[in-house]
């Protein structure tokens, strides 16, 4: 939620991503609240798909 609304896009280099397919790059996914949040973005300025790549994700440690 720390992060929800927190990204925007310069709508002049709308055109460049029309029906593209973006890749976000990240070197560690936690909860992955950034990357949906900036997926969102390219989304809703018209790409065809977003891809996320990343080199590791944090494990939740669950208490018992």
């Known amino acids: 939620k720390n ?4 990204f925007f896009f310069f709508f002049r280099y ?9 890749i976000l790059v990240d070197d560690v ?5 950034t ?3 900036c997926a969102k973005v390219f989304m809703d300025v ?14 939740e440690i669950l208490e018992v």
Request: charged fraction near 15%; hydrophobic fraction near 45%.
């Open 3 to 6: 992060v929800q609304n927190a």
């Open 46 to 59: 018209g790409c065809k798909s977003v891809r996320v790549l990343t080199l590791a994700r944090s494990l």
């Open 35 to 37: 990357l949906n949040e």
């Open 14 to 22: 709308k055109s460049i991503l029309q029906n593209k397919t973006v």
């Open 29 to 33: 996914m936690a909860s992955g609240a």
